[in-house]
């Protein structure tokens, strides 16, 4: 089942589009103010966002780049429903990352048709991520070492999860930061190496040669594409 956020300030409009969506089969979730939209985007995970660009609190357009800078958003698919119809609103909207633009009034089978376009396009969610006997379950949000079930805090389990679903690629402990504990937050860089060291812990054989989560002096933290790419050519061969 995708999952829609909406941000929508009109009480009337949030409702009926809340109806229409989950009655088509997708699941909602969104608020009615743009304050700690991004927050919820983050810890909802949604396949596409409905954005309004005239919120009582924040204009869209920021919340739309504030989207597009996030490391965990920056994929997921942004329409923006609103009332200014001109040109200069439309690409405006569109140049700042919106993948589509949608002017009030409009019709609800319309809205329905292109997100089901964008969904199209869409490469399909892996719910599962492995990597040398480790493997960390997105559905269940359940991680296991050689079919081991380790106990990870929900921190802990973000953090590996937004590492593994991105191997080789080296992120400052600013940048996890914000995509794992998010903007509105009462952390230092020092939390990102505390957790780091718990997750070694916990999934490393040998912590002082860590397998999975390399260091990068002077950068910050990456997963381990080697271990990685292993368990693809592995799955590759075990389907020849």
Same mark, same amino acid.
């Given at each position: 089942m995708k999952k829609i956020?909406?941000?929508e300030d009109d009480a009337d409009l949030y409702?009926? @589009?809340?109806?229409?969506l989950e009655k088509e089969g997708f699941a909602l979730v969104g608020a009615q103010t743009g304050k700690g939209a991004i927050d919820l985007c983050r810890r909802e995970r949604p396949d596409l966002i409905l954005l309004d660009i005239m919120l009582p609190d924040s204009d869209g357009l920021d919340i739309c780049k504030g989207i597009r800078s996030h490391p965990e958003l920056a994929h997921i698919p942004v329409i923006f429903l609103t009332a200014r119809a001109s040109e200069t609103d439309r690409i405006v909207g569109l140049e700042l990352g919106a993948n589509d633009y949608i002017v009030k009034p409009f019709f609800i089978?319309? @809205?329905i048709a292109r997100i089901k376009i964008q969904f199209r396009g869409q490469q399909t969610?892996?719910?599962a991520l492995k990597a040398a006997g480790l493997e960390l379950d997105r559905n269940s949000c359940r991680v296991r070492l050689n079919g081991e079930l380790l106990a990870l805090t929900a921190t802990e389990f973000r953090l590996l999860e937004f590492l593994m679903s991105r191997p080789g690629v080296v992120f400052s402990r600013e940048q996890l930061l914000d995509a794992v504990w998010g903007h509105d937050r009462a952390v230092t860089d020092r939390t990102v190496d505390v957790y780091i060291l718990r997750l070694r812990q916990k999934i490393e054989p040998d912590t002082a040669n860590p397998t999975f989560i390399r260091s990068v002096r002077g950068f910050g933290y990456s997963f381990n594409e080697n271990v990685a790419e292993q368990e693809i050519e592995r799955a590759v061969a075990g389907q020849a």
């Open positions: 956020a909406l941000i409702a009926l @589009l809340k109806y229409n089978r319309e @809205l969610f892996t719910r």
